[in-house]
């Protein structure tokens, strides 16, 4: 029964009026806990600095404590998990973001605490350029990194095509909604959505009831931005929803990364920007995002088939063995070092590549595959 009255308290705080995420979080602090909230009585309330008389009669207005025991009911019949900022369960990525909500539900298998999270954004009005390179760059990460979550909004254009990109490379991935878990937007999703419940999760701040309206959606990028390491912005106009979102993570001090397009293509036109402005990084595949993100591949279990140093010559051979004891090494101190000119050390390397031998870093930095 108490366990049931603090989830009811919990829900309830997020449905004061005008009281939001950031406030709520003060109340907390102030009076130890959040069932003394609304056990204090109004003359006490309205002297703590910042609530006032409005506010004060907002908390006890007790109409929504209603409201959060129905919502209780419905989260706990349909297993649907709840996470308040203050428990330990809670996401430590999105814990560290000052507006993120201080209760929100889930309906998933995810872990939200995983090592490896990145969220993919983009416009609803994807090119098939843009849907392609998605699944390219997802498809590459999930090779390497198995355990890998892919975070986006559901909506149409690249959210949706990140998110089938995840399913189809046996990634988990989590739909943020701009709505409640009662209703799915938009409904073409549905199927997908499905799927991503059963092998990654869908996951909202708003109570189950709550209908999709505008302002939700870009209230719930402050979570697609702050639940992840790095936001990639794919395809952008000059304005909207995946800018916002890009702007949030910037906030948040976290990595974005944009893929750059024609100049006068109209939606590479926000992503060029993001690059011109220092507010991106520019990426061009799942290599250039594993490197700035220092990520690891994971070692394949299965064994590989190496390449042969009996298939290298002469040269190759010296190369080889060269950035084998430096670990790695840019074009330009293996012309060095070798005196071989650079149009043709540039082949060679290539030549080395396609056998297996080397691998191409970003910056045309080499090392041993």
């Known amino acids: 029964m108490a366990e049931e009255l603090s989830l009811t308290y919990k829900i309830a705080l997020g449905l004061i009026p005008h009281i939001g995420d950031i406030s709520a979080r003060k109340l907390v602090s102030h009076f130890g806990s959040v069932e003394a909230i609304f056990r204090e009585p109004y003359g006490n309330l309205v002297k703590i600095p910042g609530i006032g008389p409005t506010l004060a009669q907002h908390i006890c207005n007790r109409s929504y404590i209603g409201v959060a025991e129905k919502e209780a009911e419905f989260v706990t019949r349909h297993d649907i998990k709840t996470f308040f900022y203050l428990d330990g369960s809670y996401p430590y990525r999105l ?15 995810a872990d939200l605490n995983a090592n490896k999270l990145l969220s993919v954004v983009g416009t609803r009005n994807a090119t098939q350029r843009g849907k392609e390179l998605c699944s390219k760059i997802i498809g590459n990460l999930a090779e390497r990194h198995p355990d890998l979550i892919i975070v986006s909004g559901l909506a149409y254009g690249i959210d949706i095509e990140a998110h089938k990109a995840a399913l189809a490379n046996n990634l988990q991935t989590v739909g943020v909604l701009g709505h409640g878990l009662k ?6 999703h549905i199927s997908t959505a499905k799927k991503m419940a059963e092998n990654g999760g869908l996951l909202t701040d708003f109570i189950s009831d ?10 719930r990028n402050r979570i697609i931005a702050g639940l992840s390491d790095a936001t990639l912005v794919v395809e952008s106009g000059i304005k909207g929803g995946a800018l916002i979102t890009a702007d949030i993570a910037n906030s948040y001090h976290r990595d974005v990364f944009a893929l750059p ?3 006068d293509d109209k939606w590479s036109s926000g ?9 991106a990084a520019l990426v061009e595949c ?4 594993e490197y700035l993100l220092d990520w690891k591949p994971e070692k394949n279990k299965q064994p590989v088939q190496k390449f042969m140093f009996a298939e290298l010559d002469d040269n190759e051979k010296i190369i ?7 670990g790695e090494m840019t074009i330009d101190a293996i012309c060095r070092s070798c ?3 650079v149009h043709r050390l540039s082949s060679q390397l290539l030549q080395m590549e396609f056998k297996g031998a080397l691998k191409c870093m970003p910056g045309n930095i080499y090392k041993t595959a």
């Open 286 to 289: 799942a290599d250039d995002i």
């Open 95 to 109: 814990k560290q973001c000052e507006d993120s909500p201080v209760v929100f539900f889930f309906k998933g298998n």
């Open 339 to 341: 005196g071989i000119p």
């Open 210 to 219: 709550e209908q999709p309206e505008r302002t939700h959606f870009v209230k």
């Open 271 to 279: 992503c060029n920007n993001l690059i011109k402005t220092n507010k």
């Open 183 to 188: 209703t799915l937007y938009p409904s073409a």
């Open 261 to 263: 397009g024609r100049p």
């Open 320 to 326: 080889f063995e060269l950035i084998s004891k430096e």
